[in-house]
């Protein structure tokens, strides 16, 4: 069975920083896409920013310049570097992989628990 699992969220003032980290467990051979998105509360779920197996990022208008996504393909891992945080960034922070290949197969919209991120003074 294929698991994202995510760690890295708590709570932080405005302009603080945080790191979420995402692991895909099992004996992966490659994943396609990976990345973030997130759910305010009262909020549909939006895509915070995605990243290709090259290495290839993409983000969204909100967090453009302030957020990194990066991969650590070897480890099948996807990282979220959060820097200058607003209260607006508050939610439910989901790890997502798509075309998630192993032993058993190809695997398609994986998500993770989530990991709450609070902003807040």
């Known amino acids: 069975q294929v698991q994202l699992v995510e760690s890295g969220g708590g709570l932080v003032q405005p302009g603080g920083s945080l790191r979420l980290s995402c692991g895909a467990s099992?004996?992966?051979?490659?994943?396609?896409?990976m990345g973030w998105y997130r759910q305010a509360l009262g909020e549909e779920r939006e895509v915070v920013g995605t990243?290709?197996?090259?290495?290839?990022?993409n983000y969204a208008d909100s967090v453009k310049g302030r957020f990194t996504i990066s991969r650590d393909n070897a480890k099948n891992t996807v990282y979220l570097q959060m820097n200058r945080l607003k209260p607006e960034d508050t939610g439910v922070y989901y790890c997502?992989?798509?075309?998630?290949?192993?032993?058993?197969?190809?695997?398609?919209?994986?998500w993770g628990q989530g990991t709450l991120v609070t902003v807040s003074p």
């Open positions: 997502y992989a798509d075309g998630l290949t192993n032993g058993f197969g190809t695997y398609r919209d994986l």
């Open positions: 099992g004996n992966i051979f490659r994943i396609n896409v």
């Open positions: 990243v290709s197996s090259g290495g290839s990022a």
